[in-house]
């Protein structure tokens, strides 16, 4: 490598997003401290415009695709495709909490800054291709999603969600950089195309270089929480804010879920045959663990995080099938999940309450002859994450199972799809209480939902039945850039 | 644009058009439901024309445009003499629903109607399509308005009924989705003629085992719709706690999903494996026969006998269809039009008494036929039809299934004609202790006779009910020529299985080992 090395300008461009988040995130905290109180509102419009600007310049960055920075970051569709992902996550998650931030008291230019940052690191995960560079992200994705899970310093709950976050988070990281340490040992490179260079001519010894891939998928797998690693996530969704809840379980399992595809279908893509059983059994280990965990929940928050679980469990089906449909698939399953999660956790937010007051399940009782809209839009969400067709959610579980079968997965197959018959069962009790079941005092004078609330949930609706209708839109461009 | 998407469509933009009714009147829903499926029935009886004079055998108004290029699934549907008058009959009894529920859904009104427009596209899409993938779309679409007319009209334990409903049939379909795909991932097809048309012709053969797993998850998904013994537990408590117009959609319409399902693919898709499992099919179509008879002997719920004597009922045309002769087939398509008008009709009348009396149970009524004489009267020709009376429908049904099932196996005869027997004694025992005897007070003050709007609502059933036992030449030739198209489908296959040599590979798919 060339000693002085300066990065040419087309570098920048590739990492323009990352560049615009930090820039507005850092202008946000800057303005934070000289803003009045009144003046307060806006930091969620700026945040937007910020995220608008990051979503061009991801585009941007894709018109010159390629590697920057000596080959530490690549800009090619697979990460195009999660940067747009997650900034999109980023802008529902921010719509949808407005609102929140203003019914709680908590209006501040830190939660938008801290989102972006939060954005910028997934991107970089998305675009990473360098171990290190992958650590980087996380870091940086993970620090500012542990501050978000307890951004109401006030509320114990947030308190203990943020510290068990960020307790189980770093000791996942540190998993995930033992496997860095051996892999580098191993092959001399932290470089993905290096290790993959290395590992197909094959002189590494192969127990070394699958202990390091153990590693480095465990330190994922606390991330994407895949069984037996999940235990985390119901208690951080269940404490933190409900929009926060929302962004934490479809950004940094997105981006999350790149680096798996990534690091795994390509980096060690030689040694498929060594992780496939494995992940497998994480697969299947996930799937079942959140199915029938979330059965016996009785808050909401709790189900939808066991229910994050289980679709991990669904997109860890996807990456065993080990193939360029098996990504593309994941890709179009976490796309229509983002969609689908968030707007339901909009739905959680908005029928809430200051306080968070109602988040039962049976607190949910009635709403459809209250609010009809907005049932029938957390039915649309609801029926997407049961899987049925003319939901983005069903062509996703359509598409995974269908690379699981092309890859001679079947008892992988059948018993995924019986778990997802099982999901049916949990996601049914909440329908069943806001259509069947008379209104109680938790659904009496509901005040409207604000604009942007609204705005966000009339969104994702949008966006699940379009991906359930159309879903070539998305898939084809998926199968056109997945790795493999 | 064919005239059957039209008659597919027309309740689609129907229900997006309820949805937009206003919620303060509730008149204008009701109104506009009967007005939206009055209008769909009379555009589907359009589907009639080529059946007119002759009755052939193939696709009609067909359309086969794509949907989306990868997978490549199409939107491609067609009728044949099978699905025409299934579609027929969906189109007849959505407005009869309709009419059925005018005054006994007075809560949410405009939801129920929009719910009972969006089952009605959902069943006639069932019935055309002809892409593996959009029938399974369509399966599953026409479950989530079901869920909710039980959940949110039904009775006492209707969460329960709705969300064993969703979850039996879900079980059983997400393993016919596995089925669909791997049946993709052999063909590079999800067209049903195309695929059909590589198995009829040798091109892809499935080794014995692997065929016999395709036709059980296809098996299981449809045995569990019709439902087949011992699957049936949902029924019953479905059909008790469902609506009176929920009771007679699943009944008439929904449960022949199962039965179209099997004739129309496990039959011509998995030849051998069906001919193999015929045994145990009909034996679990016999246990079906005489097992719902029995508890329905025993029912002192009209509701849940009515339902078990469905069970009953379709056990027959399971026999019929794995029987595998022509008039056992024809027995059995005619048996699922029969069993969908007199079954409805007696939802239909068991939820007109319940309007009045406010009780399902057989005890509490008895003496009806005095203050209600014109009901008493409709309901014993309903019950006659049911119980298979010659010169009325379900005789022709039963008589034609018990003489093809008597061509394969007379064995089978004896047992099922066993179900004929006891259906007449749990029917008109059913009617002597709620119409015969002296009617007590409260019988008399409440059981007043049938409105002008009820009367409307169970005629054109009345008169199908004579129509198809007289007249069967109006219904069968279609329904006719196709079965034995289907049963050559079926058997050809084998044949061809069967004559090519031992070991010789089949091209373009697995090894045959017959």
Redesign the interface.
């Known amino acids: 490598m060339p000693v002085n090395y300066l990065p040419a300008a087309a570098e920048y461009v590739r990492v323009l997003p990352e560049i615009l988040l930090t820039l507005v995130g850092t202008l946000l905290m800057f303005l934070e401290a000289v803003t009045s109180d009144n003046k307060k509102g806006i930091f969620a419009p700026l945040s937007i415009a910020g995220l608008a600007a990051a979503l061009g310049g991801t585009f941007a960055a894709y018109s010159d695709p390629g590697l920057a920075f000596q080959n530490m970051v690549t800009v090619d569709g697979f990460a195009t495709f999660f940067r747009a992902l997650v900034i999109g996550v980023g802008l529902l998650a921010i719509l949808s909490s407005t609102d929140y931030l203003r019914r709680e008291n908590a209006r501040g230019g830190e939660f938008y800054a801290l989102i972006l940052f939060s954005i910028a690191g997934q991107s970089i995960m998305a675009s990473a291709n360098e171990l290190i560079t992958i650590f980087i992200g996380i870091e940086i994705s993970s620090i500012a999603s542990y501050i978000l899970a307890g951004y109401l310093r006030d509320d114990p709950r947030n308190n203990e969600s943020a510290l068990k976050y960020f307790l189980l988070g770093s000791f996942a990281t540190a998993f995930l950089l033992y496997g860095v340490a051996w892999i580098y040992g191993a092959t001399g490179s932290t470089n993905l195309i290096e290790i993959r260079r290395a590992l197909l001519n094959g002189n590494e010894p192969l127990a070394l270089v699958s202990t390091a891939a153990a590693l480095i998928f465990v330190g994922i797998a606390f991330k994407i929480s895949a069984a037996p690693f999940q235990s985390w996530a119901p208690d951080v969704y269940e404490g933190a804010p409900t929009p926060v809840a929302a962004f934490l379980s479809a950004g940094p399992k997105a981006a999350a879920f790149a680096i798996l595809i990534r690091v795994f279908l390509t980096a060690f893509g030689p040694i498929a045959s060594t992780w496939t059983p494995l992940v497998w059994g994480v697969a299947l280990a996930t799937m079942v663990v959140g199915n029938f965990a979330a059965i016996l929940q009785s808050n909401i928050k709790r189900l939808l995080a066991y229910s994050s679980i289980a679709h991990a469990g669904y997109v860890l089906v996807a990456v065993t099938a080990d193939s360029g449909a098996g990504s593309a698939a994941a890709m179009f399953y976490l796309a229509a999940y983002a969609l689908t999660n968030i707007g339901a956790f909009a739905v959680v937010t908005y029928f809430g309450r200051k306080g968070e007051k109602y988040v039962k399940v049976d607190d949910f009782a009635g709403l459809a ?1 209250r609010q009809p809209a907005m049932a029938a839009m957390l039915t649309i969400f609801l ?1 997407s994450l ?1 899987g ?3 939901t983005g959610g ?1 062509f996703g579980k ?1 598409y995974i ?2 690379a699981a ?2 890859a001679n997965l079947v008892w992988l ?2 018993l995924g ?2 778990n ?2 099982v999901a ?2 949990y996601y ?2 909440i ?2 209480v806001m ?2 079941r008379e209104p109680g005092e938790s659904a009496e004078n509901l005040p409207p939902a604000g604009g942007a609330l609204r705005l966000a949930v009339y969104a994702s609706a949008l966006g699940t039945l379009l991906l359930g209708i ?3 839109w998305i ?2 461009f998926a ?1 056109k850039v997945a790795l493999r | 644009m064919t005239l059957l998407d039209t008659v597919l469509f027309l309740p689609l933009a129907g229900f997006l058009l309820l949805l937009l009714a206003p919620r303060s009147n509730p008149n204008a829903s009701r109104v506009g439901a009967l007005a939206i499926s009055l209008a769909v029935f009379v555009a589907s009886l359009g589907l009639l024309a080529p059946y007119w004079f002759s009755a052939p055998a193939g696709w009609h108004f067909e359309t086969n445009l794509p949907w989306m290029s990868y997978p490549p699934i199409r939107y491609h549907v067609a009728i044949d003499g099978l699905s025409l008058w299934l579609v027929l009959l969906s189109t007849l009894l959505t407005p009869i629903a309709v009419l059925v529920s005018w005054k006994y859904i007075d809560h949410r009104v405009k939801e129920f109607f929009a719910f009972l427009i969006l089952l009605e596209f959902g069943l006639i899409g069932v019935f055309v399509a002809l892409d593996l993938f959009l029938f399974y779309v369509f399966w599953e679409v026409s479950l989530v308005p079901m869920y909710f007319l039980i959940g949110i009209w039904g009775h006492e334990r209707r969460i329960y009924a709705a969300v064993k409903f969703f979850l039996y049939t879900m079980a059983g379909s997400v393993l016919m989705l596995a089925a669909i795909i791997f049946l993709y991932n052999k063909t590079g097809s999800f067209d049903y003629s195309e695929i059909l048309s590589l198995i009829q012709s040798g091109r892809l053969a499935f080794a014995p085992r692997t065929q016999l797993w395709l036709f059980l998850a296809f098996f299981g998904a449809f045995a569990i719709k019709v439902p087949l013994f011992p699957l049936h537990t949902w029924l019953p408590d479905a059909h008790v706690e469902a609506p009176t117009a929920g009771s007679v959609m699943l009944a008439s319409v929904m449960l022949k999903m199962g039965t179209y399902g099997l004739v129309r693919y496990c039959l011509p898709l998995f030849p051998e494996a069906a001919h193999n499992s015929a045994p145990w099919v009909a034996g679990l179509a016999i246990a079906g026969i005489v097992y719902g008879a029995l508890v329905a002997l025993v029912q002192p719920n009209m509701k849940k006998l009515v339902a078990y004597s469905s069970v009953s009922h379709l056990g027959f045309v399971v026999l019929g269809i794995f029987s595998f002769t022509q008039q056992g087939l024809d027995g059995a398509v005619y048996q699922m039009l029969n069993h969908g008008i007199s079954t409805g009709a007696l939802f239909m009348l068991v939820g007109y008494m319940y309007e009045r009396r406010h009780s399902l149970e057989i005890a509490a009524y008895g003496g009806v036929a005095t203050p209600a004489p014109n009901l008493a009267a409709v309901f014993l020709i309903t019950t006659l039809a049911s119980i298979g009376l010659p010169m009325l429908n379900n005789f022709v049904g039963e008589y034609l299934v018990l003489q093809g099932t008597a061509a394969a196996n007379f064995t089978w005869v004896v047992f099922a004609a066993l179900g004929v027997i006891l259906s007449a004694c749990y029917m008109l025992w059913l009617y002597q202790r709620a119409f015969y005897g002296k009617a007590s007070e409260s019988v008399s003050h409440h059981m007043f006779d049938l409105t002008p709007r009820e009367w409307v609502a169970i005629v054109p059933l009345l008169i199908l009910m004579v129509w198809m036992g007289t007249f069967t030449q109006s219904f069968l030739p279609p329904i006719s020529a196709q079965n034995a198209q289907i049963l050559n489908q079926s058997q050809a296959s084998v044949r061809v299985a069967q004559t090519s040599p031992a070991g010789a590979p089949a091209p373009g798919g697995e090894r045959n080992a017959r």
């Open positions: 002859q029926l049961i049925v067709p003319l069903f359509f199972f269908k079968l092309d197959t059948v799809l019986l997802s018959a049916a069962y049914l009790r329908l069943v259509y069947f159309f879903p070539s898939l084809d199968s």
